[in-house]
């Protein structure tokens, strides 16, 4: 697709196919996983140490969750204002810098003396924390057509391994260590990364040469022109909506009564969520053999089911109701993240010379869910309790679903 001012087209810039095969080894197909792991691993450190938190800066649960929301609406505005860059300039050089930039923002975090200057650090690791929407375009760029949902699926494992597993890791070590070590700990990972995609990954031609503002105008344009694109955007915000208002408000549920319990089992549960992610894969060869819409209705149908059968924990013992909560979280996981897959999968085969673009938009209305989660669902525990956030997550789960089901008018 050409927009007005836009003399490129998608061959004379993009990675033609014999050189994409070339550099798609397996190693670097891993490289890519971990950097997508590890950067957007960042937004979520911070979830399972909340409960120490509002103990250590001497705050109430409500301010302390605002770190969670600005993180997460700091990503989407990364994403809006950043992602499309993707189209315009090297991929390599962008990734290197939100490195950078993403390091130094963790170690402000580690230093932050309280919760002002914490919470502007959250922010900005939510706008770096964006380098994780570079990495998957430019797997999808250098992925052959026929393995694309193949390759993008191993990528978002990565990326999804690393959204839950940072859960266990922080919890674990902000409960012996301290959540500032961990924070540097981040840092330290994210800088190494960065190091690595440099040395690691080719240049990226661009696809366009639009101008940095026609760049941001073609976002609306490419959401009004293309329907799959607005149906993608909806049903994976409603879905990211329930996703995060359970990861928001986990640790701060675990940590009063009935359970009482540290960061370190709140990060657990992390570990059933990863069990779920690693279905990533198969949801990707799913939708290369029999198409997309297929897997985002499948998917979206067991993120209801699991939600809806986590209500059924406000009526068990403690120590039952962990047992069906980390159930449903390897189900309602699962569901998410092969929805999400399948969705890339679909606005990626849309306008190859626009892919940073289109997964901006997908993202924007990703995160901007989870921002909304993510307050909601403190809200939800402050007035409602457990119940409030586990119906909030059932109601928005089934809208997705619905989205998905219903039949498109052409």
Not at 69 to 92: C, N
Not at 148 to 172: A, N, Y
Not at 329 to 344: K, N, R
């Amino acid at each position: 697709m050409l927009f007005p001012g836009d003399m490129s087209t998608p061959n004379s810039f993009s990675t033609p196919p014999q050189q994409a095969l070339a550099q798609l080894a397996p190693r670097t197909v891993l490289l890519l996983a971990t950097a997508a792991g590890l950067s957007v691993a960042s937004l979520y450190y911070s979830q399972p140490m909340l409960g120490l938190l509002t103990d250590d800066l001497g705050v109430s649960a409500t301010q302390v969750g605002l770190v969670t929301t600005l993180t997460q609406l700091g990503y989407a505005v990364g994403i809006l204002f950043l992602a499309p860059l993707g189209d315009r300039y090297d991929r390599r050089w962008i990734i290197a810098i939100k490195s950078a930039v993403l390091a130094l923002a963790l170690l402000v975090g580690a230093a932050s003396p309280g919760l002002g200057l914490l919470l502007v650090a959250s922010a900005v690791i939510g706008i770096t924390a964006t380098l994780a929407q570079d990495v998957v375009p430019a797997a999808a760029t250098l992925a052959p057509e026929e393995k694309r949902g193949r390759v993008v699926g191993t990528v978002m494992t990565g990326l999804l391994l690393g959204i839950l597993l940072s859960r266990v890791v922080s919890g674990v070590v902000a409960e012996h260590i301290g959540w500032r070590v961990m924070f540097v700990m981040a840092a330290a990972s994210v800088a190494l990364i960065g190091v690595a995609c440099w040395r690691g990954l080719p240049s990226f031609k661009p696809t366009t040469q639009l101008p940095y503002a026609a760049l941001l105008a073609s976002l609306v344009q490419l959401w009004s022109q293309h329907g799959a694109v607005r149906r993608a955007m909806l049903a994976q915000g409603l879905l990211a909506v329930g996703f995060s208002a359970f990861w928001s408000t986990l640790a701060l549920m675990l940590y009063d009564a009935p359970f009482h319990l540290g960061s370190a089992t709140a990060g657990a549960f992390g570990l059933a969520g990863a069990a779920g992610a690693l279905g990533s894969p198969l949801a990707g060869r799913i939708a290369d053999r029999r198409g997309p819409e297929l897997v985002t209705r499948l998917s979206t149908a067991i993120t209801a089911v699991s939600f809806g059968a986590m209500l059924c924990s406000l009526w068990l013992s403690p120590h039952a109701a962990l047992v069906l909560i980390a159930v449903c979280a390897i189900g309602f996981d699962l569901g998410v993240q092969t929805t999400l897959v399948a969705h890339q999968t679909i606005v990626f085969g849309i306008d190859p010379g626009a892919r940073s673009r289109l997964n901006a938009v997908l993202f924007v209305g990703m995160f901007t869910g989870m921002a909304l989660g993510s307050a909601l669902g403190n809200a939800a525990l402050a007035h409602w309790g457990w119940a409030g956030v586990s119906a909030l997550a059932v109601i928005s789960s089934l809208a997705a679903l619905v989205v998905r089901l219903w039949p498109v008018t052409r």
